[in-house]
C-alpha cells in the first residue's frame, strides 16, 4: 500500500476513505492498533469490498444509517471479518452477533476477545425467540445469513427485537434460494415479502464484487 497523504469522511460515523496514491480506501477508524494503519495520531483499519458485502453496499454509496451509538442485531456473523468493522463505526452502540454454525464461532470470539461492544450469540436466527434473554431492541439490523428464508429470517427477527422506525439492511444471496431460477425474479418475490412489513427504501445490485447478491435497506 501507498502511503497515506490524506483522509475524507465515507459519510458514516468512524468510516473513512484514505488517499493513498491514486487509491482511496475504505477504512474504519478504531482503537485497535493490530492491523491498522496511524494517520495524524488516529488508527484505522482498511475495509475490503471484496470480503464484505458491507464494505461494497459503502463504496456503491448505499445510505447507511450506522452510527456511533447504534444498538446492532447482526445474523450471520461468520468469523468476524464484518463484525469488527461494524464495532468500530458503533463505537458508544453495541453489537449483537449472532452465529450458529461451530467453527466460524470459534473464529468470531477470537475476533471479538479485545472489544466490548460485540456481544457473541450463537443461536439459529430462524429462531429469534430462542436468543438468550438479554438483548435489548436495536435500532438497527443487519442481515447476512446466505439462507432460503432470507426475508422470512428478517421479518421474524425485526418484530422481536427491532424498534419501529428502525432499519434492516440485508444482503440477498439469488443462488441461496435457487440455483436454476432467474435472480431477478428471486430478488423481486423477496422484494415483495420485505414490502409486506417494511418500507423498502433502496436496492443495490452487488455486482460484480459478490455475484447474485442485492442488498437492500428498508425501514420497520
Ligand atoms: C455469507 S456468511 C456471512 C459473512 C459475514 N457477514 C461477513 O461479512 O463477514 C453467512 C454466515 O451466516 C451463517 N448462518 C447461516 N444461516 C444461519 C442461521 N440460520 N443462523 C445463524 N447463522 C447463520 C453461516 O454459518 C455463515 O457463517
Request: net charge neutral; charged share 25%; aromatic share 8%.
Amino acid at each position: 500500500m501507498n502511503e497515506i497523504t490524506g483522509i475524507r469522511s465515507a459519510g458514516i460515523d468512524n468510516t473513512f476513505y484514505l488517499i493513498a496514491g491514486e487509491e482511496e480506501l475504505l477504512a474504519t477508524r478504531t482503537s485497535f492498533r493490530q492491523d491498522a494503519e496511524e494517520f495524524e495520531g488516529n488508527f484505522y483499519r482498511l475495509w475490503s469490498p471484496v470480503t464484505s458485502k458491507l464494505s461494497s453496499m459503502i463504496i456503491k454509496n448505499m445510505k447507511i444509517p450506522l452510527r456511533r451509538t447504534s444498538r446492532v442485531l447482526y445474523l450471520g456473523a461468520a468469523s468476524g471479518t464484518t463484525v469488527t468493522h461494524v464495532s468500530d463505526i458503533v463505537s458508544d452502540g453495541v453489537v449483537f452477533a449472532v452465529e450458529f454454525a461451530a467453527r466460524p464461532a470459534r473464529d468470531l470470539l477470537t475476533a471479538i476477545e479485545p472489544r466490548t461492544n460485540v456481544i457473541p450469540i450463537i443461536a439459529d436466527a430462524r429462531y429469534p425467540e430462542k436468543y438468550p434473554p438479554f438483548i435489548d431492541r436495536v435500532d438497527f439490523l443487519y442481515q447476512d445469513v446466505a439462507q432460503p428464508d432470507q426475508a422470512a429470517i428478517a421479518v421474524a427477527n425485526a418484530e422481536k427485537y427491532l424498534q419501529k422506525g428502525g432499519h434492516i439492511v440485508i444482503a440477498i444471496k439469488a443462488r441461496s434460494i435457487s440455483i436454476t431460477e432467474d435472480p431477478k425474479a428471486i430478488f423481486q418475490r423477496e422484494i415483495d415479502t420485505l414490502s409486506s412489513k417494511f418500507k423498502v427504501l433502496e436496492t443495490v445490485s452487488l455486482e460484480p464484487l459478490h455475484k447474485d447478491h442485492l442488498a437492500v435497506l428498508c425501514r420497520y
